[in-house]
């Protein structure tokens, strides 16, 4: 079982606004851990998308954003496009683990 | 741009050593400031980290591989490795090495395109 909690899918149609939440606990996110965000698209490795909860790397565009309050986060995608399809997974540490890195189960994002 | 690639056997016999390594380019290991990480993707599942090795030669596994696990580095060739006894088919993923970046919750900045190995007779 997975660490943290992602709802196994989401759709959206092109154009709208989804958000994918990852629920952690006191040991994890809700210990002061930072949450980072990655996609991977069918058959390519995991890319980063937000780090530190709400940050973009270099290239990747502002639709994406995230945010981070308790013990969730949330990663937010607005103005949906066909290309924003595939798994999106949250990661961060969590001290009940020896301090391991942890990753959520992963989301299917499905653009209708 | 640092660039990492994997590679290794694709098939291990169970009970046996799973073994692959991880070639970096575009930058030296030695540098400081980033972990280089072994993780694991179940087919058709999430991502499981594994370990990682710091420049210093210091390593950290996660507890529930620790003590089937190896990872090792040769800074001077700019590669790491992962070694993994007595597997079974529990074992059978998609293996990637990635970079992570330092720091209180680090990130993986650079990720391999994976390896698959599977455990099979």
């Known amino acids: 079982q997975p660490v943290l909690t992602q709802p196994p899918s989401i759709s959206g149609a092109p154009g709208q606004r989804v958000t994918i939440s990852c629920t952690g606990n006191s040991s994890n996110i809700g210990a002061g851990f930072d949450v980072h965000w990655y996609r991977q698209l069918p058959g390519t490795a995991p890319k980063l998308l937000i780090f530190?909860?709400?940050n973009r790397p270099s290239g990747v565009p502002d639709r994406f954003s995230g945010s981070k309050s308790g013990t969730s986060a949330s990663l937010a995608i607005t103005g949906l496009q066909a290309a924003d399809e595939g798994d999106y997974y949250c990661q961060s540490y969590d001290t009940g683990l020896s301090g391991s890195v942890v990753f959520g189960g992963g989301t299917k994002l499905t653009v209708l | 741009q640092v660039q990492l690639q994997e590679s290794g056997p694709g098939l291990v016999k169970p009970s046996q050593t799973l073994s692959l390594t991880c070639t970096v380019s575009g930058g030296s290991m030695k540098s400081g400031g980033y972990y280089w990480s072994w993780i694991r993707q179940h087919p058709g599942k999430g991502l499981e980290w594994i370990g990682y090795i710091y420049y210093s030669g210091s390593t950290y596994y996660n507890p529930s591989l620790k003590s089937r696990l190896t990872i090792s580095a040769d800074m001077s060739k700019n590669h790491f490795s992962l070694k993994l006894n007595s597997v079974t088919a529990a074992d059978t993923a998609i293996y990637y090495c990635?970079?992570?970046?330092?720091?209180?919750?680090?990130?993986?900045?650079?990720w391999g395109q994976g390896s698959l190995v599977t455990v099979s007779s």
């Open positions: 990635a970079r992570e970046v330092w720091g209180a919750t680090g990130h993986f900045d650079s």
């Open positions: 530190s909860n709400n």
